[in-house]
């Protein structure tokens, strides 16, 4: 640890303003600071700070996710096993998922960093902390067959269009991870939708066994194919709650995301308002379906609408980013029913595709700033109708 | 007895080294300061030079675009020297005291027999002007506007701040005659008292209409309590004065001079003999903290409280509005992994550290940032610490764009640096937004005047 903060006393001034390397400064500061907490001390105002930081906010974040990593891995060596109609033990599970996903974590963390590491270098700025979490949230919403070239692109183009031409961390209208998702759903379809892409294997035509559709759970209710939702189908409630069903990487397990909610929420660091409020939102939107009835979509149990797909990981995970979320407190009650209830309407809706909670969510990311602006007259509007009582 | 107002957003930071109710003994010191910059937007300009004579009350200087508006010596002496900083600012007005207890004579006086023009000119000429103050802005106030209330907060919730109840005890016919000095200034006097405590001295006074307050950090600011009772509209105005300078008025009355007395605080953590001192305005801290501190470490001595104080030497002086000491340890030190460590000894009003696993009762904190500067990420925050219908957020984005109509609507008359400390201690990006707040006051003071 000495030898290690010695190392660092002893870079510093190369890389100071004016010295040789002055340049790399913000990789410097970057390094410098993930190990050490700087010795930067208060010099106007407060003479405290509260010890939380964004790193460690950061870094809660990326805890919560963890449970939903490990999900995942383990579902696709599951899938895959399943698929081929082969026994496997837990850990050759683990392995075959493993061996699929880490590649994909490392490239987004990879393209990821080093493109907000050269943006914060071009600018002489700090490297800020926000890609932390994008680079893992990236990974799970992503079908677990996708090329890692397709991954790195999207990565790049959520980092660049999505966030630094924003201006950065804290300035982004949609949440990056989300961008990246919609630039391979729109460039690629073919590798982000349909029965191949789901679990590992399938698409390079690897051997199924009869009867294995690897269609995720919408996908089969959109289709019509309804059998599998009863009790002791394969999409029952148990199934879809614990997460043994194709999907994304991180999405598929409404058990492991709610153990990531229950850290956010209890660390404070999500917003239990907006996660509440999709649910609600989605539910809502379910029930109407319900009583409508048209297709087989619409039939889907309201209550069941919400473990399925992206649903429970974008509530969570997605709706909750505070920088592209509304950032009033009665704003988050608005903007999160409308992602839940927008959602499950774009999810029954589109015809080409069973599932809405990514559009929903880029949406009211697009609407968040308008009904902050609306709270935020009503807050106005308050105050001046104080004075004109007083007067 | 009024209703309570019960305050339910707030923080109280549980930071240790309080000070027990009882009195240290410590010699006065031989230096004292008026420093110009513990008065927002005050340009000074010099009435004595270096080497006059100067009694307690005497003008060391007055405010050049204002110049009824006077500065005077706490202690007769000798004006020993100006400190000056960048471009000669005037930073420290210092009078090196002679032990001599000579006084400029004011003249005793009955507030109820004076015309309010009057009281005016008597407090301007003993140099007590600067100690009413007015909001918004918190800044002197104007003689020629007429507030719609004088509001005294009787508590302060600060982290280690003085128990009132305690300074004041003994002073409560000092603490009404001062009532009379203001009532002839604006009729309509309100107090807050905090509810938990018996505040003996603020209930009995006369003519004064009492507001009991419940709750955290900051229930004891006077902004808070004004935004609960009679809130700050366009075009309105508050003055407000702490119970120790209202004593001062009180005395310049009855016994016709400038009383620079106070009763300070010495707590924090560092400090060894913690408790309620006897000094002056302006008083350097060095009888206080010399031989009186824990010397391990570097530390961090602030003329405040360590929400809104300043950061002064262990020689410097005591700031003209302050009524406590604060010693902290400095914190200039490298913490390996910090951010990712569980964190069992520290202190956040959010869960992200393991601290909540074992609450302490008080925790040992020190003026380590804890983190770089960063852009606004995290929301909700500051609205968890301002209990006040404001949304802080956008008031400060506001400020950063600088738009004068949206500072305006969205309440900046309201608040002061004080208010938005907390939201300051908890911003997870540190940002410095008693600074902020701090700029886009002075610059709707400068647009709109």
Known sequence: MKALRNLFDNIKPHVQKGAKFEKLHSTYDALETLFFVPNTTNKNGVHLRDAVDLKRTMAIVVMALVPALLFGIWNTGYQHFLALGQDASFWEMIGHGALKVLPIVIVSYGVGLGIEFMFAQIRGHEVQEGFLVSGMLIPLVLPVDIPLWMVAVATAFAVVIGKEVFGGTGMNIWNPALVARAFLFFAYPSMMSGDKVWVSGLAKGEGVVDGFSGATALGDAASGNMAKFAEGGAFDLWHSFVGMIPGSIGETSTLAILIGAIILIYTGIGSWKIMASVFAGGYVMGLLFNLWGANELMQVDALHHLLLGGFAFGAVFMATDPVSATRTEKGKWIYGFLIGFLAVMVRVFNPAYPEGVMLAILLMNTFAPLIDHYVVQGNIKRRLKRAKVAA | ?449
């Open chain 2, 1 to 449: 007895m009024s209703e309570v107002i019960k305050i339910k957003r707030g923080l109280d930071i549980q930071l240790a080294g309080k000070a027990d109710n009882v009195f240290g003994q410590a010699e006065l010191p031989d230096l004292y300061a008026v420093k110009p910059t513990d008065f927002h937007g005050l340009v000074p300009k010099m009435a004595a030079k270096v080497g006059d004579k100067v009694k307690a009350g005497t003008v060391l200087f007055f405010d050049k675009y204002r110049p009824e508006i006077k500065f005077v010596s706490p202690v007769s002496g000798e004006l020993a020297m100006v400190n000056r900083g960048e471009r000669r600012k005037i930073l420290e007005v210092v009078v090196k005291a002679d032990g001599s207890d000579d006084k400029e004579q004011f003249g005793a006086a009955n507030p109820a027999d004076l015309s309010k023009e009057q009281i005016v000119e008597k407090l301007q000429a003993a140099g007590l002007w600067p100690f009413i103050r007015k909001r918004p802005y918190d800044v002197i106030a104007n003689a020629n506007e007429t507030p719609k209330a004088f509001f005294i907060s009787g508590f302060d919730s600060a982290p280690l701040a003085p128990d009132m109840d305690f300074v004041l005890s003994g002073q409560e016919s000092a603490l009404q005659a001062g009532i009379e000095v203001i009532k002839r200034l604006c009729d309509n006097v309100h107090v807050g008292v905090p509810n938990s405590a018996a505040s003996k001295a603020f209930r009995n006074l006369q003519g004064v209409t009492v507001h009991s307050f419940e709750g955290p950090h900051p229930a004891g600011n006077v902004g808070v309590q004004i935004h609960h009772t009679l809130p700050i509209n366009k075009g309105e105005v508050v003055w407000v004065t702490q119970p120790q300078e209202l004593i001062a008025i009180g005395k310049l009355f009855s016994e016709g001079v400038y009383d620079a007395n106070r009763i300070v605080v010495l707590a924090g953590s560092e400090v060894e003999k913690k408790g309620y001192y006897r000094t002056k305005v302006g008083a350097s801290i060095a009888p206080l903290v010399k031989d009186n501190v824990k010397t391990d470490d570097k530390l961090r001595y602030v003329s405040g409280n360590v929400l809104t104080g300043t950061q002064v030497d262990a020689d410097g002086y005591l700031g003209a509005y302050h009524s406590q000491v604060t010693v902290i340890p400095e914190g200039d030190y490298y913490e390996f992994m910090g951010w990712a460590m569980p964190g069992l000894g520290k202190f956040s009003a959010s869960r992200s550290f393991f601290s909540w696993m074992c609450k302490k009762k008080e925790y040992r904190l020190d003026a380590n940032m804890h983190g770089g500067l960063r852009s606004f990420v995290v929301s909700g925050q500051y609205d968890q610490v301002l209990p006040m219908d404001i949304l802080p957020e956008f008031l400060f984005r506001a400020i950063l764009v600088e738009d004068i109509d949206k500072m305006e609507q969205l309440g900046i008359y309201e608040l002061a640096e004080e208010d938005v400390a907390l939201c300051e201690f908890v911003c997870t990006s540190k940002q410095p937004l008693q600074a902020t707040l701090r700029k886009g006051i002075d610059l709707m003071i400068k647009e709109l005047s």
